[in-house]
Nanobody, 115 residues
């Protein structure tokens, strides 16, 4: 059974940083591309970032490019998302997922950016 458990969310002021983690199990993590998606209050799922199985290539939606960094540790079966220079519009539940649409996502972790 595929399991994805996100952690690391919280309340942060604009301009602050957070590091999200996603512990994966139940599938071969090291051969799977992985993704982060988010859902802001009252909105649908939005793709945020993707990373190839080796971590060699990464992709970002335009609104987070230069501020967020996706990475992975295949030895630990863990996916990360470093969030820097956070803005109020980044407030959302963040999910890691085995696909870019968020169909195979975990339970999510709440990120709230507010002063």
């Amino acid at each position: 059974e595929v399991q994805l458990v996100e952690s690391g969310g919280g309340l942060v002021q604009p301009g602050g940083s957070l590091r999200l983690s996603c512990a994966a199990s139940g599938f071969i993590f090291s051969t799977s591309a992985m993704h982060w998606v988010r859902q802001a209050p009252g909105k649908g799922l939005e793709w945020v970032s993707s990373i190839t199985p080796t971590g060699r290539s990464t992709y970002y939606t335009g609104s987070v490019k230069g501020r967020f960094t996706i990475s992975r540790d295949n030895a630990k079966n863990t996916l990360y998302l470093q969030l820097n220079s956070l803005k109020t519009e980044d407030t959302a539940v963040y999910f890691c997922s085995t696909d870019g649409r968020g169909t195979g996502r975990g339970q999510g972790t709440q990120v709230t950016v507010s002063s």
